[in-house]
Protein backbone atom coordinates (compact mmCIF):
# COMPACT_ATOMS: atom_id res chain seq x y z
CA UNK A 1 0.00 0.00 0.00
CA UNK A 2 1.42 3.19 -0.84
CA UNK A 3 2.62 5.92 1.87
CA UNK A 4 -0.12 8.48 1.11
CA UNK A 5 -2.78 5.17 1.21
CA UNK A 6 -1.46 4.01 4.46
CA UNK A 7 -1.67 7.31 6.34
CA UNK A 8 -5.17 7.78 5.37
CA UNK A 9 -5.94 4.25 6.26
CA UNK A 10 -4.44 5.31 9.71
CA UNK A 11 -6.61 8.73 10.10
CA UNK A 12 -9.33 6.89 9.33
CA UNK A 13 -9.22 3.87 11.97
CA UNK A 14 -8.16 6.54 14.40
CA UNK A 15 -11.27 8.36 13.65
CA UNK A 16 -13.44 5.73 13.85
CA UNK A 17 -11.75 3.69 17.02
CA UNK A 18 -12.23 6.95 18.89
CA UNK A 19 -15.46 7.34 17.83
CA UNK A 20 -16.55 4.07 18.69
CA UNK A 21 -15.03 4.51 21.95
CA UNK A 22 -17.03 7.94 22.64
CA UNK A 23 -20.08 7.73 21.05
CA UNK A 24 -20.69 3.67 20.74
CA UNK A 25 -21.16 1.25 17.71
CA UNK A 26 -24.77 2.38 16.60
CA UNK A 27 -24.63 6.37 17.20
CA UNK A 28 -21.70 6.56 15.38
CA UNK A 29 -22.49 7.17 11.32
CA UNK A 30 -20.37 7.21 8.39
CA UNK A 31 -20.70 10.86 8.11
CA UNK A 32 -19.09 11.58 11.42
CA UNK A 33 -16.06 9.41 10.87
CA UNK A 34 -15.31 11.02 7.36
CA UNK A 35 -16.07 14.22 8.97
CA UNK A 36 -13.25 13.44 11.95
CA UNK A 37 -10.96 11.92 9.81
CA UNK A 38 -11.43 15.40 7.39
CA UNK A 39 -12.64 13.39 4.29
CA UNK A 40 -15.32 13.19 2.31
CA UNK A 41 -17.88 10.11 2.79
CA UNK A 42 -17.24 9.06 -0.57
CA UNK A 43 -13.43 8.30 -0.27
CA UNK A 44 -14.15 7.23 3.30
CA UNK A 45 -16.74 4.01 1.53
CA UNK A 46 -13.60 3.41 -1.28
CA UNK A 47 -11.56 2.53 1.80
CA UNK A 48 -14.23 1.00 4.34
CA UNK A 49 -17.59 0.65 2.15
CA UNK A 50 -19.91 -0.05 5.41
CA UNK A 51 -19.26 1.11 9.25
CA UNK A 52 -19.23 -3.01 9.77
CA UNK A 53 -15.91 -3.05 7.97
CA UNK A 54 -13.76 -0.04 10.17
CA UNK A 55 -14.92 -1.90 13.44
CA UNK A 56 -13.94 -5.32 12.15
CA UNK A 57 -10.30 -4.18 10.95
CA UNK A 58 -10.20 -2.51 14.12
CA UNK A 59 -10.63 -5.88 16.02
CA UNK A 60 -8.81 -7.73 13.81
CA UNK A 61 -5.68 -5.01 14.06
CA UNK A 62 -6.19 -5.09 17.81
CA UNK A 63 -6.00 -9.10 18.12
CA UNK A 64 -3.28 -9.12 15.70
CA UNK A 65 -0.85 -6.97 17.48
CA UNK A 66 -1.39 -8.03 21.04
CA UNK A 67 -1.10 -11.47 19.85
CA UNK A 68 2.20 -11.07 18.87
CA UNK A 69 3.15 -9.40 21.90
CA UNK A 70 2.72 -12.58 23.35
CA UNK A 71 4.72 -14.62 20.98
CA UNK A 72 8.04 -12.06 22.30
CA UNK A 73 7.59 -14.03 25.45
CA UNK A 74 9.35 -17.72 24.71
CA UNK A 75 9.39 -18.78 28.75
CA UNK A 76 6.10 -19.21 28.51
CA UNK A 77 4.20 -22.71 28.63
CA UNK A 78 3.76 -24.18 25.01
CA UNK A 79 0.22 -25.46 25.94
CA UNK A 80 -2.22 -23.49 23.93
CA UNK A 81 -4.89 -23.23 26.88
CA UNK A 82 -2.28 -21.31 29.26
CA UNK A 83 -0.94 -19.19 26.08
CA UNK A 84 -4.91 -18.35 25.60
CA UNK A 85 -5.20 -17.84 29.11
CA UNK A 86 -2.22 -15.63 30.06
CA UNK A 87 -3.15 -13.53 27.27
CA UNK A 88 -6.16 -13.30 28.47
CA UNK A 89 -5.65 -11.53 31.50
CA UNK A 90 -2.41 -9.68 30.48
CA UNK A 91 -4.93 -8.13 27.73
CA UNK A 92 -7.89 -7.02 30.59
CA UNK A 93 -4.90 -5.77 32.27
CA UNK A 94 -3.68 -3.57 29.59
CA UNK A 95 -6.99 -2.74 28.89
CA UNK A 96 -7.38 -1.19 32.77
CA UNK A 97 -5.11 1.22 31.82
CA UNK A 98 -6.52 2.55 29.15
CA UNK A 99 -9.55 4.50 29.15
CA UNK A 100 -10.85 4.29 25.42
CA UNK A 101 -9.86 1.06 24.96
CA UNK A 102 -11.76 -0.03 27.82
CA UNK A 103 -14.48 2.14 25.71
CA UNK A 104 -13.98 0.34 23.16
CA UNK A 105 -13.72 -3.04 24.00
CA UNK A 106 -17.37 -2.88 25.58
CA UNK A 107 -18.83 -1.21 22.32
CA UNK A 108 -17.71 -4.28 20.40
CA UNK A 109 -18.62 -6.72 22.82
CA UNK A 110 -22.01 -5.74 23.40
CA UNK A 111 -23.30 -6.17 19.50
CA UNK A 112 -23.61 -10.79 19.02
CA UNK A 113 -22.32 -9.82 15.44
CA UNK A 114 -18.81 -8.16 16.58
CA UNK A 115 -18.00 -10.95 19.83
CA UNK A 116 -18.53 -13.82 16.69
CA UNK A 117 -15.37 -11.57 15.15
CA UNK A 118 -13.67 -11.94 18.67
CA UNK A 119 -14.40 -15.22 19.26
CA UNK A 120 -13.32 -16.58 15.25
CA UNK A 121 -10.30 -14.57 15.78
CA UNK A 122 -9.68 -16.19 19.05
CA UNK A 123 -10.39 -19.84 17.66
CA UNK A 124 -8.13 -19.54 14.76
CA UNK A 125 -5.09 -18.07 16.74
CA UNK A 126 -5.38 -20.88 19.69
CA UNK A 127 -6.10 -23.68 16.39
CA UNK A 128 -2.73 -22.65 15.00
CA UNK A 129 -0.19 -23.53 17.94
CA UNK A 130 -2.36 -25.88 19.39
CA UNK A 131 -0.51 -28.92 17.62
CA UNK A 132 -2.16 -31.64 19.10
CA UNK A 133 -5.53 -31.05 17.58
CA UNK A 134 -6.77 -32.91 20.51
CA UNK A 135 -10.16 -31.51 19.49
CA UNK A 136 -11.87 -30.41 16.41
CA UNK A 137 -11.84 -26.58 16.03
CA UNK A 138 -15.75 -26.54 16.20
CA UNK A 139 -15.67 -27.83 19.28
CA UNK A 140 -12.87 -25.24 20.42
CA UNK A 141 -15.11 -22.65 18.77
CA UNK A 142 -17.84 -23.87 20.73
CA UNK A 143 -16.04 -23.87 23.88
CA UNK A 144 -15.13 -20.38 23.62
CA UNK A 145 -17.81 -19.38 21.96
CA UNK A 146 -20.07 -20.52 25.32
CA UNK A 147 -17.11 -18.93 27.55
CA UNK A 148 -16.61 -15.36 26.11
CA UNK A 149 -20.89 -15.18 25.91
CA UNK A 150 -20.83 -14.97 29.47
CA UNK A 151 -17.50 -13.39 30.36
CA UNK A 152 -18.46 -10.48 28.26
CA UNK A 153 -21.90 -9.93 29.92
CA UNK A 154 -19.90 -10.24 33.36
CA UNK A 155 -16.84 -7.84 32.24
CA UNK A 156 -19.41 -5.08 31.27
CA UNK A 157 -21.37 -5.70 34.42
CA UNK A 158 -18.08 -6.16 36.43
CA UNK A 159 -18.85 -2.55 38.31
CA UNK A 160 -22.30 -3.50 39.28
CA UNK A 161 -21.54 -6.73 40.44
CA UNK A 162 -18.54 -6.45 42.06
CA UNK A 163 -16.08 -8.37 40.45
CA UNK A 164 -12.18 -7.05 39.16
CA UNK A 165 -10.89 -9.03 35.53
CA UNK A 166 -8.41 -11.36 37.20
CA UNK A 167 -12.05 -13.01 38.39
CA UNK A 168 -13.55 -12.75 34.93
CA UNK A 169 -10.53 -14.16 33.17
CA UNK A 170 -10.00 -17.36 35.64
CA UNK A 171 -13.53 -17.92 34.94
CA UNK A 172 -13.48 -17.89 31.76
CA UNK A 173 -10.75 -20.22 30.97
CA UNK A 174 -12.29 -22.59 33.43
CA UNK A 175 -15.01 -22.40 31.29
CA UNK A 176 -13.83 -23.19 28.19
CA UNK A 177 -11.87 -25.91 30.02
CA UNK A 178 -14.56 -27.28 31.27
CA UNK A 179 -16.72 -27.67 28.12
CA UNK A 180 -13.66 -29.51 26.73
CA UNK A 181 -14.21 -31.91 30.19
CA UNK A 182 -11.16 -31.74 30.87
CA UNK A 183 -9.93 -33.17 34.48
CA UNK A 184 -9.82 -30.08 37.55
CA UNK A 185 -6.54 -31.42 38.23
CA UNK A 186 -5.21 -30.13 34.64
CA UNK A 187 -8.13 -26.69 35.13
CA UNK A 188 -6.22 -26.18 38.56
CA UNK A 189 -2.34 -26.75 36.90
CA UNK A 190 -3.39 -23.80 33.72
CA UNK A 191 -4.83 -21.44 35.97
CA UNK A 192 -1.37 -22.04 38.83
CA UNK A 193 0.66 -21.75 35.64
CA UNK A 194 -0.85 -18.56 33.96
CA UNK A 195 -0.72 -16.68 37.66
CA UNK A 196 3.12 -17.83 37.59
CA UNK A 197 4.21 -16.75 33.54
CA UNK A 198 1.96 -13.48 34.62
CA UNK A 199 4.33 -12.59 36.40
CA UNK A 200 6.69 -11.87 33.78
CA UNK A 201 4.59 -9.68 32.12
CA UNK A 202 3.95 -6.07 32.21
CA UNK A 203 0.10 -4.72 31.52
CA UNK A 204 0.98 -1.34 30.93
CA UNK A 205 4.50 -2.22 28.26
CA UNK A 206 1.84 -4.47 27.04
CA UNK A 207 -0.63 -1.50 26.26
CA UNK A 208 3.03 0.22 24.51
CA UNK A 209 3.51 -1.95 22.74
CA UNK A 210 0.40 -2.06 21.09
CA UNK A 211 0.30 1.83 20.85
CA UNK A 212 3.74 1.44 18.66
CA UNK A 213 2.15 -0.77 16.29
CA UNK A 214 -0.94 0.76 15.99
CA UNK A 215 -0.38 4.49 16.10
CA UNK A 216 -4.47 4.98 15.09
CA UNK A 217 -4.32 4.03 18.88
CA UNK A 218 -2.52 7.03 19.72
CA UNK A 219 -5.10 9.98 21.26
Same mark, same amino acid.
Given at each position: ?????? !??????????????????? +???? #?????? +????????? !????????????? %????????????? +???? =???????????????????????????? !??? =????????? #????????????????????? @????????????????????????? #????????????????????????? =??????????? @? #? =? !? %???????????????????
Amino acid at each position: MAAKNL !QKRTDILHAAYHLFAEFGY +EATS #LSMIAG +EADISKSLL !QSYYRKKSDLIKE %LISDILRNSYSYM +EHFH =TLSADPFEKISCYNTLFFAGVSTDKTLE !QFI =TVSVSSPEL #LDIWIESITAWLWDFSGSRKY @SYLKVRAAISFSMAGSMHLYIRRNE #LGLDYIQICENHIRSILGYLRESSG =TIEKICAETNR @S #L =T !Q %LDAEDFIRYCKRELCWMES
